[in-house]
């Protein structure tokens, strides 16, 4: 009978063995595969990229690179576009304090409005709170081309002298914040509703006031999610074109945004395409220093602010 027993153990360790080793072989297989398609994925992000950086270093000017590693790469498009951006009078640097102009107030405004309406929503209970809070996700889900009549309609009856609101970028600025606001409202709120109210109540026990424990407690806490809200914020001042592109009409008003567009269209033909490509990556560096700055905050603030709402 021990021999017996003996047999039948050795056949169950070598079917154990066997199912191991399958299972180790499929787990095998299963990592090359994700490998494999990781390594398309980032092939897939990364081509464009180089591509573009390409084109803009290629002098011959071509609309389709034959090579990644151009014959005579150069500088010089950067330099061309830097020097004359577009047909208008405007220097690269006036378009570029434009655009950050636009980003910079979108984004302080985004956050420092966003931040005092979300402690409100969160903390304080008042009447219409409940009404107010559906307005705001109703302005929210509403398309932002639905906007562009009223607001343009608005601040072009704002004239003091020879300024008009509206075609000034202080009105492009209000109008983006007009919808950025419930985004930062709703993001930033959801976050604040994750902070323990014991720690104010604390605060409070030891003598301090409401304003106290908003800057010295809510706002230390809530830095991921105001870094996220502001990095949205400048991301869209930084890339907006419609509103800009309906109320602007001086050319030393234009974002680079609009150079950006006016370089296609009915003046492709004449855009080097070396120059479109350069322009292309010069603005797209500040949204990226932008990201790297604030990258750390990023999946803390998005997936702690979107728990409650």
């Not at 573009?52 to 005579?72: C, E, H, T, Y």
């Not at 009447?127 to 809070?133: D, K, S, T, Y």
């Not at 983006?176 to 604390?202: H, M, R």
């Not at 999610?225 to 009409?249: H, K």
Request: charged content about 10%; proline content about 6%.
């Amino acid at each position: 009978m021990s021999a017996d027993a003996s047999t039948v153990a050795l056949k169950a360790s070598a079917r154990a063995a066997v199912a191991t080793n399958r299972r180790r072989g499929g787990g095998i297989r299963r990592q090359i595969a994700l490998q494999v398609l990781c390594v398309l994925i980032g092939i897939t992000v990364v081509f464009p990229v180089l591509w573009i950086v390409a084109m803009a270093l290629d002098p011959r000017n071509l609309q389709k690179p034959d090579s990644l590693f151009p014959p005579g790469a150069s500088l010089d498009a950067f330099a061309r576009v830097i020097a004359k951006p577009t047909v208008n009078p405007v220097s690269f640097l006036t378009l570029a304090t434009n655009s950050l102009f636009i980003a910079l107030v979108i984004s302080i405004s985004s956050v420092a409005i966003g931040v005092l309406a979300a402690y409100a929503f969160s903390r304080m209970r008042f009447r219409g709170r409940e009404f107010l809070m559906i307005a705001i996700l109703a302005v929210l889900m509403l398309p932002a081309v639905a906007t562009i009549a009223p607001l343009f309609v608005s601040l072009n009856k704002i004239q003091i002298g020879t300024f008009n609101l509206r075609n000034s970028l202080i009105g492009v600025s209000i109008a983006i914040i007009s919808s950025q606001l419930p985004f930062a409202v709703w993001n930033i709120k959801g976050y604040l509703d994750t902070i323990p109210k014991e720690l104010e109540e604390a605060a409070v026990v030891d003598g301090a006031g409401r304003v106290q424990t908003f800057v010295r407690i809510i706002l230390p806490l809530s830095t991921p999610v105001l870094a996220v809200t502001a990095l949205f914020a400048f991301i869209a001042g930084w890339t907006e074109f419609i509103l800009s592109w309906i109320f602007l009409t001086k050319p030393e008003t234009f974002t680079l945004a609009m150079a950006l567009n006016g370089m296609v269209g009915q003046y492709a033909s004449a855009t080097p395409w070396s120059n479109f490509a350069a322009f292309s990556i010069l603005f797209a560096v500040p949204p990226i220093v932008a990201y790297a700055v604030l990258q750390r905050y990023i999946v803390g603030g998005l997936t702690v602010g979107g728990v409650k709402g």
